[in-house]
């Protein structure tokens, strides 16, 4: 069984801020990990995945997370981010399954 | 080229009452599946299609939900009789064949229970 915890489920950051958030997984086998993004009445959107390889994963819109197996988490960073990037994230990982598993989302919110 | 698209958007309806959310995937994807979010928790996995095939279900919550994916194309999932914990937002995603193909998600449907 495999479970994924997102540690914050609120962030407030101020514009030109970095921020991060946080994803930690748990699983008896390897994982491939992901984060996805939902704006508001729209589906989840990719942002990035780790499959294998260089554990600095660059995704869209100036994402980047980066996988740490020996403390099983992939947190999710940007080094400046805008009021457009207000929505919900969650880290998602799955196995030979094809089916996700997700966090419980974290909300982040940009200030102006 | 289309996304996933899912129907209705809202629905609300009364205890008891039966309620079916319709998924068209993406055009040529043989992979679709089902997830569920009740309020504030995370998004949980329901089902999986192969084409019209049901791959895994083993998310699904009771027998009060029926899904079918008729032809291999779009997809419908019944709850009956619903329960005031069903509320929640269904979402639909699509992937195509590999295994690491991305899964490209609908907008979600709001199943409102009172």
């Known amino acids: 069984a495999q479970s994924v915890t997102q540690l914050d489920s609120q962030v407030p950051v101020f514009e030109e801020a970095p921020v991060e958030l946080r994803c930690n997984y748990s699983?008896?086998?390897?994982?491939?990990l992901f984060w996805y993004v939902q704006y508001p009445n729209q589906g989840l959107q990719l942002l990035l995945k780790?499959?294998?390889?260089?554990?600095l994963v660059k995704g869209i819109n100036g994402f980047e997370a980066e996988f740490n197996k020996s403390q099983t988490s992939f947190h999710l960073r940007k080094p400046s981010v805008h009021i457009s990037d207000t929505a919900e994230y969650f880290c998602?990982?799955?196995?030979?399954?094809?089916?996700?598993?997700f966090g419980s989302g974290t909300q982040l919110t940009v200030l102006p | 080229e289309a996304g996933v698209t899912q129907f209705p958007s809202h629905s609300v309806i009364e205890k008891g009452q039966t309620v079916t959310l319709r998924c068209d995937p993406i055009?040529?994807?043989?992979?679709l599946y089902w997830y569920r979010r009740v309020m504030g928790k995370e998004i949980k996995f329901l089902l999986h299609?192969?084409?019209?095939?049901?791959?895994?279900e083993s998310g699904m919550p009771n027998n009060r939900f029926l899904a079918e994916r008729t032809g291999g194309t779009y997809s419908t999932l019944k709850v009956q009789p619903a329960e005031l914990e069903d509320s929640g937002v269904y979402f639909c995603?699509?992937?195509?064949?590999?295994?690491?193909?991305?899964?490209?998600f609908g907008p979600g449907t709001r199943l409102t229970v009172l």
């Open positions: 055009s040529g994807h043989d992979n």
């Open positions: 998602a990982v799955r196995s030979s399954a094809r089916q996700l598993t």
């Open positions: 995603a699509s992937s195509q064949a590999a295994l690491m193909d991305e899964q490209f």
């Open positions: 299609f192969v084409k019209e095939s049901k791959q895994d």
């Open positions: 699983s008896s086998v390897s994982v491939y």
């Open positions: 780790y499959l294998s390889g260089s554990t």
